[in-house]
């Protein structure tokens, strides 16, 4: 095909989209009905629907997704009774399991006494905000600015980092995924999602993007470790040497980069460790060039990686941390912990929102700490995530259609499906087969990545043995239906 006509084809690929959305509430109508789903699932599904946007994630992530109504530990439940293996935790967000008795106990407990006071100071947040900067890396004096969401986190990481340094650029990471607000799309490089807020010059004026460290699909053909780390090289020598880049003369002592956001392992693109020495070397670049370094860990968090935090893998000490998700127990709870110094430039008003370190909240959040610590939960995220990733390796050996796998640090861990895996050509199709029929035999997972081939296990960090067997064995009969 030649180059006109392939921008004709991709033109008409653009026209056939805009007119599906048009009517998208009847395809999924459709899609509904040509499932054989329980009459339950079937009939709050059409009111899903009827009276929520299509813009919702669910219908994105599962071609027919179930609807939960409870959840135990490393199990959840659907409207028609049917258990699943739940390997999303809500996103990371149920860290320590969906229904967790103790948070349930303190829930019960705090709500008796005080739920929500605005704003404003409550003895829960107190205690909340010295925890944060007791635990949160950094040989210095911290500062905590609490929020709900991790869209709202990273809107004030980036807040405080342009306050703080009075410059206007934030180098972020091709693949990631920081929130879709108004300020935090931006830096949240995703076609799909950026094209509902096309024009947003406010959003994306003072952004500038750097590819991550993809070691198994490296964008600059170089192979890992013979490659010295290119691609924390190549940020330097393109953006922050010389003149001629718009954010850095260092022969006339100028800087216009506030800060730098990164994922310290990559988790809404397919769950991507970089290399060790990968955050190293960034961190590096903040302290020569004279930015902030800003760790997103709101996925990463709260032992997801066999430790607390990621960065402690690394020894990092970023100077703003984004945290969130599982530091609710399934609750919206969220907060930037930074350098003293930084925060200590805002004055009253120069961050409202009403929800802010609610109270209870911050409770929870407190009871979250306690109960990863008092049972040794840590522990348990390695022991057992280097039991599931070696469960993983021994699929791969057994099917060829497993390309990578990713582990090796607590339960961040994922598989990438390749149709062959000389030329790495992508399975997604195969991926979104696997995710389908894995929800008909009772494990429930989420498939991302750059070409929708990687298949993402976000369990809680306190699963059993036991469900990782029944998982690793409910996959191995997937990927022999493939062959077949």
């Known amino acids: 095909?030649?180059?006109?006509?392939?921008?004709?084809?991709?033109?008409?690929?653009?026209?056939?989209?805009?007119?599906?959305?048009?009517?998208?509430?009847?395809?999924?109508?459709?899609?509904?009905?040509?499932?054989?789903?329980?009459?339950?699932?079937?009939?709050?599904?059409?009111?899903?629907?009827?009276?929520?946007?299509?813009?919702?994630?669910?219908?994105?992530?599962?071609?027919?997704?179930?609807?939960?109504?409870?959840?135990?530990?490393?199990?959840?439940?659907?409207?028609?009774?049917?258990?699943?293996?739940?390997?999303?935790?809500?996103?990371?967000?149920?860290?320590?399991?969906?229904?967790?008795?103790?948070?349930?106990e303190e829930i019960i407990k705090q709500s008796k006494d005080l739920i929500h006071f605005f704003d404003f100071p409550t003895v829960p947040r107190i205690k909340l905000a010295a925890k944060l900067i007791e635990v949160i890396p950094g040989d210095f004096e911290k500062k905590v600015q609490f929020s709900v969401t991790g869209s709202d986190a990273v809107e004030n990481a980036i807040h405080a980092a342009r306050w703080y340094t009075g410059c206007s650029y934030i180098l972020a990471a091709i693949g990631a995924y920081h929130g879709v607000q108004m300020g935090s799309v931006g830096i949240t490089s995703k076609g799909g999602i950026a094209s509902y807020y096309y024009p947003v010059p406010p959003n994306n004026n003072g952004i500038i993007l750097f590819p991550y460290a993809y070691c198994y699909r490296c964008p600059f053909g170089k192979n890992y470790p013979n490659c010295d780390i290119y691609c924390v090289t190549f940020i330097e020598n393109t953006l922050l040497k010389g003149k001629e880049s718009p954010l850095v003369d260092q022969k006339a002592g100028v800087s216009n980069i506030a800060g730098l956001i990164i994922e310290p392992m990559q988790c809404s693109s397919g769950y991507i460790m970089p290399p060790d020495d990968y955050l190293r070397g960034l961190k590096r670049l903040a302290d020569q060039y004279n930015f902030l370094f800003i760790a997103d860990e709101i996925q990463t968090g709260v032992g997801r990686t066999g430790k607390l935090w990621a960065v402690e893998h690394y020894g990092v000490e970023p100077e703003i941390m984004v945290i969130g998700k599982g530091i609710g127990g399934g609750l919206p709870i969220s907060a930037i912990v930074t350098k003293k110094e930084i925060l200590n430039n805002w004055a009253p008003t120069a961050h409202i929102s009403t929800f802010a370190g609610y109270t209870l909240g911050c409770s929870v959040a407190l009871k979250i700490f306690e109960f990863i610590e008092s049972k040794d939960i840590l522990k348990n995220s390695n022991n057992i995530g280097e039991y599931f990733y070696n469960g993983l390796l021994e699929l791969q050996d057994r099917h060829?259609?497993?390309?990578?796998?990713?582990?090796?640090?607590?339960?961040?861990?994922?598989?990438?499906?390749?149709?062959?895996?000389?030329?790495?050509?992508?399975?997604?199709?195969e991926a979104f087969y696997v995710r389908n029929k894995a929800l008909e035999y009772g494990l429930i997972f989420a498939v991302s990545g750059y070409y929708y081939n990687r298949i993402t296990l976000i369990p809680a960090i306190t699963i059993r043995k036991e469900s990782v067997d029944n998982a690793l064995k409910i996959l191995d009969r997937l990927f022999n239906e493939i062959k077949k």
């Open 400 to 429: 060829e259609i497993i390309g990578d796998v990713t582990g090796g640090k607590g339960l961040f861990l994922a598989l990438e499906l390749v149709k062959d895996r000389k030329s790495k050509e992508p399975a997604s199709e």
């Open 1 to 104: 095909m030649n180059p006109e006509e392939e921008n004709k084809s991709f033109f008409e690929k653009v026209v056939k989209r805009r007119n599906i959305l048009k009517n998208y509430d009847k395809k999924l109508e459709e899609r509904i009905n040509e499932k054989r789903l329980g009459e339950k699932h079937k009939g709050l599904l059409a009111e899903f629907i009827k009276y929520e946007s299509s813009g919702q994630v669910g219908f994105s992530h599962f071609y027919i997704p179930p609807i939960i109504e409870k959840g135990m530990g490393d199990i959840v439940i659907d409207v028609e009774g049917k258990e699943y293996i739940d390997l999303t935790s809500g996103f990371a967000a149920s860290t320590i399991g969906q229904c967790n008795k103790e948070v349930i």
